[in-house]
């Protein structure tokens, strides 16, 4: 109640941020910042540097230049601080990258075990709840090639939930998966939202953008186009460029 | 009518009896049968017992050091793979080099190359080091006394056989780390963990996995080159022949007794990894 709002940091600030691959430019200059406890999402064609934006911010790609803050911290290239970091800020991919030689519990409990040193009790007991929270407890004991797409990609949201991470990265999280199976993985997202969980999420479903976004970044060629409230942004957005996006694929 | 259903219904019988027949593993009824000619020379033949008696003297030598020089090298293996696979240019260099000599050289330089060059190299290093440090650690110090003579032949032939397929089991532990997807270590990493605890938590306990054929493969090649720790002296079953046929000029009888013997272990063990493969085939995560 008495907190002043001014006084939150935001979660992720983006100064700037230039990545080139050789002679490729995929981010040109992308400057953003997210607001504790919200969601952000980022749609564009193919290519458009959305997927770079989200891995330079747990340094999966290091950036050619550019500033990126998570929670108050500077990355740079220190190995400690990017550590650090990214066990603060989970990341679920679109081909699910479970590790296939561990059961589903276990695939939650190694970096808790490894990263959080948390013993083998305490990360069992965290995973298991984590398990219920994405809905599927009873595929503790499985293994990543007995559980559908559906239950994979639930099973890494949960992996990286149970690190209690500050952010949750989503990247095309429903792409690999089969139409039946999309709705139970937006729906854990959606949860997320709900609960306060700060995410950015890269995502062709325009209804979880429309529901869950609080703000939507449309992307193209590295740059940011447009960013909107969803509400401007599917009813009036500002850009032409946007405009002809939207009409594509919302056709 | 039923006539030529019924001639047709014996032909195919017969074409299924044939495919049958030809489907049999004949190579290995016909080394069974050869062996079995062998064992029964061995049982009643006077010459062959005492070869084969001979022969077997070596028999403790030969997986002696098969396995302690393959331990070594999957020990050797594993650390120059990692380094092949290393972004540390340092790291990937030495290791580069390693690999790269080694595939190089044959086996038997490498050996003569381990046991005459590089371990009286060794002690000279060492003797001169022991020499620097009189005034620290005495006259007598073990660096100044030990000496190229301390490393038995034996010794210097397992050293060499390791060293030559720590080479071998290197590129195979690189190709077993790369073959595991990208995503993998992103993943890892994502979590926080550091370059080695990915490794060795989620990367090397897969690709370990994949190697596992291989690695068997490569323990029988190392079994049958065991036998060229003999131009040492060494006395495995190789030197042993090599000695009694020196002596008896029994040129047939000591060499297919050898051959035997390589063959009874080499195909036992074959037919082990080819077992091994299926069971993993059923089951990607061979448990
Ligand atoms: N590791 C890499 N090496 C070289 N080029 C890359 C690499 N990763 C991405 N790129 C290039 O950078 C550009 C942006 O890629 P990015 O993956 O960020 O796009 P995206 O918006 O996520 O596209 P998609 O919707 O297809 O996932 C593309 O031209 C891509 O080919
Ligand atoms: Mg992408």
Known sequence: MGAVPSAKQPMIVIKNLVKQFGRIDAVNGVSLRVEQGKVLVIIGPSGSGKSTVLRCINHLEVPTSGEIWVDGIRLTHNHKDINAIRAEVGMVFQQFNLFPHLTALENIMLAQKVVRKRNRDESERVARRQLERVGIPEKADNYPD???????????????????????LFDEPTSALDPEMIKEVLDVMQELAKEGMTMVVVTHEMGFARNAADEIIFMDKGLIVEQNSPQEFFSDPREERTRAFLNQILR | MAATQSIAKRTSTQSNFVQWLSRLPWWLLFLILAGIILLYQFLTNELYSVILSKLTQGIVTTIFVTLVAFTCAIILGLIAGLGRVSRNRL???????YVQVIRGLPMLVQIFYVAFVLTPAFFTVL???????????????????SNTQD????????????????GFEAETFRAGIESIGRGQMEAARSLGMSYVQAMRYVILP?????VL?????DFIAMLKDSSLVSVLGVRDITQEARLYVSASFRYPETYNTLAFMYLTMTIILSLGVKWFENRMGKNGRGS
């Open chain 2, 127 to 145: 003797n001169a080091i022991g020499m620097a440090l009189i005034p620290v650690l005495g006259e007598t110090n073990f660096m100044l006394t």
């Open chain 2, 206 to 210: 897969q690709a370990i996995r994949r």
């Open chain 1, 146 to 168: 007995q559980l559908s797409g559906g239950q994979q990609q639930r099973v890494a949201i949960a992996r990286a939930l149970a690190m209690n991470p500050k952010v949750m």
């Open chain 2, 151 to 166: 490393v038995t032949l034996l010794a210097r032939a397992m050293i060499a056989l390791a060293l030559a397929y720590g």
């Open chain 2, 91 to 97: 790291i990937f260099n030495l290791a580069t080099l």
């Open chain 2, 213 to 217: 054929p291989p690695l068997g493969n």
